[in-house]
C-alpha cells in the first residue's frame, strides 16, 4: 500500500488535496487510483441517490394531493394541502436544480422515478393510513408532470 493510500484512510482531506496537486502537475502515476475511481463512483451514487430521495417525497405528496386531498377538504373546510403544496414546490426547485447540475441524470431519470415510486407508495400509505392499493401500482404521472410546477393531480373521491 502507498503513502497516498496510507492518508486515505487518515486524513481524507490531505488525501484529495495531495491527489489534486498531484493531477494539477500532470504526476498521473503517483494518483492514488483506486480510491480516486471509487470516490467518483460514489459521487455519482450520491447525486442519484439525492435525486431519488427527492422524488419520493415529492410523489408522494402528488399521492396524497390526488387520493387524500378531496376527503380532507370535504371534512375540514380549511385544509387547503397549503403544506402539501410547498413541499412539492420545495422538491420540485431541488430537483431541477440538481437535473441543472448534473445533467447526465436525465437519461436516467425514468429508471430513478420507478424506483422512487415505490417508495413513495408506503410514505404516502404511511402518512394517509390508507391501504397501499388505493395508489396505482405504477408511477401514474408522466415525466414532464412531475417536473412540471404548474401541475397537480385531479382529485379522486
Not at 488535496?17 to 500532470?26: D, I, T, V
Not at 450520491?46 to 402528488?62: D, K, P, W, Y
Request: hydrophobic share 35%.
Amino acid at each position: 500500500m502507498t503513502e497516498l493510500s496510507n492518508l486515505y484512510h487518515i486524513d481524507y482531506s490531505a488525501w484529495a488535496q495531495r491527489n489534486a496537486e498531484l493531477l494539477r502537475s500532470g504526476n498521473y502515476d503517483a494518483l492514488d487510483t483506486a480510491h480516486l475511481l471509487e470516490e467518483l463512483d460514489d459521487m455519482g451514487k450520491s447525486e442519484q441517490r439525492e435525486l431519488e430521495n427527492r422524488l419520493t417525497i415529492l410523489l408522494a405528496h402528488l399521492l396524497k394531493w390526488e387520493y387524500q386531498l378531496p376527503q380532507l377538504s370535504d371534512k375540514w373546510r380549511e385544509f387547503d394541502g397549503r403544506s402539501w403544496r410547498s413541499t412539492i414546490i420545495e422538491q420540485r426547485d431541488r430537483i431541477a436544480k440538481r437535473l441543472k447540475k448534473t445533467p447526465g441524470l436525465k437519461a436516467i431519470l425514468a429508471e430513478i422515478i420507478a424506483e422512487a415510486y415505490a417508495d413513495a407508495v408506503t410514505l404516502a400509505g404511511k402518512e394517509t393510513q390508507l391501504p397501499g392499493t388505493t395508489f396505482p401500482a405504477a408511477c401514474p404521472y408522466r415525466e414532464s408532470e412531475i417536473l412540471d410546477e404548474d401541475y397537480y393531480p385531479v382529485g379522486h373521491d
